[in-house]
């Protein structure tokens, strides 16, 4: 299983980014995705789920500006983010549970004026 993350960098507060997730080694259109995202010194937060069945899930913190889906014909996974708050600053990674959790290396994401 591997997850690779891109899509990061450095945006004003307000702005958008889409962050994208490509997976590999497992039959991704089986399995759910998940993204989550880290502050360093603080635990990991979840931030959303996308179940094998289309289903999506978010966290309170990120309803209504961020929607994540899954490429059609690709196994990537994507998280477009919009109305960035500097409380967005985050690693994010994307993770699989395929037998085991696995996890990306994650991409940085900073929401600075």
């Known amino acids: 299983v591997q997850l690779v993350e891109s899509g990061g960098g450095l945006v004003q507060p307000g702005g958008s980014l889409t962050l994208s997730c490509a997976a590999s080694?497992?039959?991704?259109?089986?399995?759910?995705m998940n993204w989550a995202r880290q502050v360093p010194g603080k635990g990991l937060e979840w931030v959303s789920s996308y179940y094998a069945d289309g289903r999506t899930y978010y966290a309170d913190s990120v309803q209504g500006r961020f929607t994540v889906s899954k490429g059609s014909g690709k196994n990537t996974v994507y998280l477009q983010m919009n109305s960035l708050k500097p409380e967005d600053t985050a690693r994010y990674f994307c993770?699989?549970?395929?037998?085991?959790?696995?996890w990306g290396q994650g991409t940085q994401v900073t929401v600075s004026s």
């Open positions: 080694g497992f039959l991704f259109s089986v399995y759910g």
């Open positions: 993770a699989a549970v395929v037998g085991t959790p696995h």
